[in-house]
């Protein structure tokens, strides 16, 4: 109920306010219909998605800008978000700044991955542990510089909080900036190329200390009706003593995608060293001809070493509508 209650006031504050800053809305909704099954678990079935509402503010004075972004979630299970992304970014073409919640430049490219699902409990590495959306208690600040139109540097960093294994945890906050992530992409006539490193370290609430390093890259390659997508990527996870080590590589033509990625684990005081190869594909089709609706067919098998459950098929119907 206070969700809803918060919701309603966000979006009637920026109607209220349009006369003064105009306000842009756009937005898009997300079903998945999913099916996953296990090496040791029966088939399991979920139905999960979310209503997503932007609100988009700016002013301008001469070549400079303010820009404002919020989204609004709303779940269909029920559950209301008052926000997803939430940031203020000021600048020009040529330099910005960016604060609060928001997502960094992507390193690691997958494609289409609505059908991918991993065997379980084997770390996966994409360059994406201070990327960005960091929890209550932390936030982000990130500068761009764009030299050319086809060149963009990203210095990030996480103010407060940070993330470890891709999901946020409970740093004690004594930290100012407890990850820095810089990144570049360059995009040319043959393709897009990404590159980045990322340099985590801050103290838990339990006393434990996170610290770890990563990089990667990857090349998105024009091809005649279609892209091909490499990336690879390093992580030396010194607080876990353990280093992992995943790549994938990915196909686009016309609707179809197929993809595989390999992820490898190396735990430095364990014999056990797991190891995952999933191979994913997805077809994409417009529906009914209907202006921005598609449906998209995914469905992935994944094949692990050395852990008890180690094999997953995943089959998935996404339907999107943008609006």
């Known amino acids: 109920m206070k969700k809803t209650m918060l919701s309603a006031i966000i979006i009637s504050s920026l109607s209220a306010n349009s006369a003064y800053s105009e306000v842009k809305f756009y937005g898009d909704m997300e079903v998945n219909s999913t099916s996953i099954a296990t090496a040791t678990e029966e088939t399991t079935y979920d139905q999960n998605g979310r209503f997503r509402l932007y ?38 073409q040529t330099w910005d700044i960016q604060a609060g919640r928001f997502q960094g430049v992507k390193v690691f490219d997958l494609g289409n991955d609505s059908g991918l699902r991993n065997v379980s409990n084997i770390k996966v590495y994409q360059v994406d542990e201070a990327r960005g959306r960091i929890t209550d208690s932390g936030g982000q600040i990130a500068l761009h510089y764009k030299p050319t139109k086809s060149l963009n540097f990203e210095l990030g960093t996480v103010f407060g909080d940070a993330f470890l294994d891709g999901e946020t945890v409970n740093g004690d906050n004594t930290t100012a900036i407890s990850a820095v992530r810089p990144a570049v992409v360059l995009t040319t006539d043959a393709g897009i190329f990404s590159a980045g490193f990322e340099d985590v370290e801050y103290q838990l609430d339990s006393g434990a200390k996170v610290k770890h390093t990563g990089y990667g890259a990857s090349a998105k390659l024009v091809i005649p009706n279609g892209f091909v997508r490499l990336s690879g990527a390093f992580l030396d996870d010194e607080s876990g003593e353990r280093e992992v080590v995943t790549y994938a590589a990915n196909l686009q033509y016309e609707r179809y995608n197929i993809g595989v990625l390999n992820s490898k684990v190396d735990n430095i005081d364990s014999t056990t060293d797991p190891s995952l190869k999933t191979l994913y594909v997805a077809y994409v089709m417009p529906v009914l001809d209907i202006k921005g609706t598609f449906v998209a067919f995914g469905s992935s098998y994944s094949e692990a070493k050395e852990v008890a459950d180690d094999k997953k098929f995943t089959s998935n119907i996404r339907i999107n509508h943008y609006f």
């Open 55 to 92: 609100a988009v503010a700016k002013h301008t004075s001469g070549d400079n800008y303010a820009l404002s972004q919020a989204q609004l979630l709303m779940h269909t299970d029920g559950d209301i978000s008052p926000y997803g992304d939430a940031f203020v970014q000021i600048g020009n």
